[in-house]
T-cell receptor
Framework: GAVVSQHPSRVICKSGTSVKIECRSL??????MFWYRQFPKKSLMLMAT?????????EQGVEKDKFLINHASLTLSTLTVTSAHPEDSSFYIC???????????FGPGTRLTVL | AQKITQTQPGMFVQEKEAVTLDCTYD???????LFWYKQPSSGEMIFLIY??????QNATEGRYSLNFQKARKSANLVISASQLGDSAMYFC??????????????FGQGTRLTINP
């Protein structure tokens, strides 16, 4: 199946700093990628749709100035959490469609802890 | 709007038994796709099976099958001959038809499956 990587897998940062998370499609091109957020023991909530060469589409209630998304190439999308605060601590996971059913292939996720 | 409901927060099953994980959905879209994903404790999301609303037959993938009842708006996952490695969180999800291009997923709350030896 298609492979999606994420980097870093885990990050701990101080309150007020910015954190960049990379999502790469390793063996296929993805004009669209999705960013989800998952709190402990909860489901995945879509944050935004990342579109190559154009602006991301954010879900209702997601601050676009807080969560900056850039889709610079057909294999890379980045999520930058700006001025992170403890409430931003969460598991962030990206996905890209591929395969017979255009199903989503997910990255391994990034666990962000803001102190 | 699309909505997925998984009413079983947790399931405990003996190894080698079959297990059914429930999923009901609601949508006003005439066509849609239904997915099941497995999330082990490592956090990765693993695609298991897909069912299109327009498919006449229930989807099967190895030990996984999807019991699709369109009139009842249910898409239950059946795992045959459960194994210890099946212990994980299972999510049901839906989207607009994936053949129309990349579609965002709406997830249910998930069911934590534990397989006992």
């Amino acid at each position: 199946g298609a492979v999606v990587s994420q980097h870093p897998s885990r990050v701990i940062c101080k309150s007020g700093t910015s954190v960049k998370i990379e999502c790469r499609s390793l063996d296929f091109q993805a004009t669209t990628m999705f960013w989800y957020r998952q709190f402990p023991k909860k489901s995945l909530m879509l944050m935004a749709t990342s579109n190559e060469g154009s602006k991301a589409t954010y879900e209702q209630g997601v601050e676009k100035d807080k969560f900056l998304i850039n889709h610079a190439s057909l294999t890379l999308s980045t999520l930058t959490v700006t001025s992170a605060h403890p409430e931003d601590s969460s598991f962030y996971i990206c996905s890209a469609p591929a395969g017979s059913y255009n199903e989503q292939f997910f990255g391994p996720g990034t666990r962000l802890t803001v102190l | 709007a699309q909505k997925i409901t998984q009413t079983q927060p947790g399931m405990f099953v003996q190894e080698k038994e079959a297990v059914t994980l429930d999923c009901t959905y609601d949508t006003s879209d005439p066509s849609y796709g239904l997915f099941w994903y497995k999330q082990p404790s490592s956090g990765e999301m693993i695609f298991l099976i897909y069912q299109g609303s327009y498919d006449q037959q229930n989807a099967t993938e190895g030990r996984y099958s999807l019991n699709f009842q369109k009139a009842r708006k249910s898409a239950n996952l059946v795992i045959s001959a459960s194994q210890l490695g099946d212990s994980a969180m299972y999510f049901c999800a839906m989207s607009r038809p994936p053949f129309q291009g990349a579609q965002k997923l709406v997830f249910g709350q998930g069911t934590r499956l534990t397989i006992n030896p």
